[in-house]
């Protein structure tokens, strides 16, 4: 029997007047998120007076963002965003989605990999060159000015110089620290004057802004092989259309924003989880020396580079994007429930690769549950790092390249030890930032 949501469906604790859950969603986002499951398999979480119905199973996820994917839209959390992303390929929908995907698959095929890994090659090996042994470094932010400098160069193929360089690296920590607040909280503080507000609105004017001036330098200078390139001269092939500027300028924010900071959280986690489990990092070590004996990864490297990998997708399993939602665009079901039209589905990533009833030990560190005799016994929909469906990340090859070349060169030359008496804490954003990551520098020999 198909019943109402309002009748049926089980509300998550701890709901307060007026703002139902927003208090305990922004004070304790990651933690609220994790306990959903514990209500149910569709859990209501009200937002002010918004009801969203949370899925928590694999097998919702799959039917949400996969097999009934055609039943729904971008929901509250990308609406949200789009005063910093536009219409680019994170937030756009329906025939607009498909156009601009369709538009910018050919510059993330396998088969420009290899040229993107020399790019990478280039940015690491100038990382690594800047360290001294003893140096403590913020690891957080080498990551990101790393990320940031490698898809730039990839995909906007120039020097950013010091003062584009300087306000991308300004504003993306600024963004990716507020976004996910800003879409828990009530759309009419939007455009209250508190100091995140004002602080994400200037980040997202100047990062505009910034991007404006990459593609006026781009209309005057030569053509280059890169996504900017690209979108400023490819064509629709139904109308014959060109994207406008301000379409580029949407899609190359999304890639500069969504391709710098989401790698650059899962490598600051990468020498986190490194250092607090040193038998790890030993099978790491003497996986790179057999490899590679000594010589700087390749592309050509990273199928052999089988531990390595492993340990990167243990990390993305423990620090995946915390929310996403969909909005039904007609009456569904889902787990016997039916859904009206306009109604919020929420997901969470990160709860569902933490939940216990998938994952034995969850916030246990093991890379070798990613063994192949193991991982196939995960139900359909229970790893999704990169999300689904026909939204799925259009940089999840360009992103796994870029993770596993990181690893492998910086393990190779460094060991990174935890600063004495720090502690490192999960912050929510597009990707469960740490708050700090101080660390010190060791040469290996």
């Known amino acids: 029997m198909i019943t109402s949501p309002t009748d049926t469906v089980r509300i998550a604790p701890h709901r307060l007047p007026v703002v139902g859950h927003a208090l305990p969603l922004a004070r304790e986002t990651l933690p609220f998120l994790r306990s959903v499951h514990a209500t149910g398999d569709l859990v209501r979480v009200d937002i002010g007076p918004l009801p969203v119905y949370f899925v928590t199973t694999p097998g919702l996820f799959h039917q949400v963002l996969v097999k009934d994917a055609h039943a729904f839209a971008r929901g509250r959390f990308f609406a949200r965003t789009r005063r ?26 396998q088969s420009r990999m290899p040229f993107y890994a020399s790019v990478m090659a280039r940015h690491l090996q100038a990382l690594t060159d800047s360290w001294r042994p003893g140096q403590e470094v913020r690891v957080e932010e080498e990551m990101m000015n790393m990320a940031i400098g490698i898809i730039a160069d990839a995909m906007v193929s120039c020097d950013l110089g010091p003062e584009a360089a300087a306000e991308i690296r300004f504003c993306m920590p600024v963004l990716d620290r507020t976004i996910v607040t800003r879409a828990l909280m009530p759309r009419w503080l939007d455009n209250v004057p508190i100091p995140m507000n004002r602080r994400f609105d200037s980040a997202a004017d100047r990062m505009r802004r910034t991007t ?42 999304t890639i500069l924003g969504a391709g710098s900071v989401t790698t650059a959280h899962t490598m600051a986690w990468v020498f986190h989880e490194l250092a607090r489990s040193p038998e790890v990092e030993r099978r790491l070590h003497a996986e790179l020396a057999d490899v590679l004996g000594g010589r700087p990864a390749t592309y050509a490297d990273i199928p052999a580079l089988e531990y390595t990998g492993r340990l990167v997708q243990e990390v993305q399993r423990m620090y995946s994007p915390p929310l996403g939602t969909r909005r039904a665009l007609t009456a569904t079901e889902i787990d016997g429930v039916r859904i009206p039209p306009d109604t919020e589905v929420g997901f969470s990533l990160y709860a569902l690769h933490r939940d216990p009833r998938v994952y034995a030990e969850p916030d246990r560190f093991d890379p070798d549950r990613w063994l192949p005799e193991r991982s196939r016994r995960l139900p359909r929909g229970a790893f999704i790092p990169f999300a689904a469906g026909h939204h799925r990340c259009i940089g999840e090859f360009f992103a796994k390249t870029e993770m596993a070349l990181t690893v492998a060169h910086i393990a190779a030359h460094w060991r990174l030890r935890p600063v004495a008496g720090h502690r490192v804490r999960p912050v929510a954003a597009l990707v469960p930032r740490p708050d700090r990551l101080p660390m010190t520098l060791v040469a290996r020999d």
């Open 84 to 109: 910093l992303l536009g219409d680019g390929l994170a937030t756009a929908d329906g025939d607009n989605h498909h156009r601009q995907r369709r538009l910018m698959q050919p510059l993330f095929h």
């Open 212 to 253: 404006d001036r990459l593609i006026a330098e781009h209309h005057s200078a030569d053509a280059h092989d890169d996504l900017l390139s690209w979108l400023l001269t490819a064509h629709d092939g139904t109308t014959g259309t060109r994207m406008s500027d301000i379409q580029v300028r949407d899609e190359i924010t």
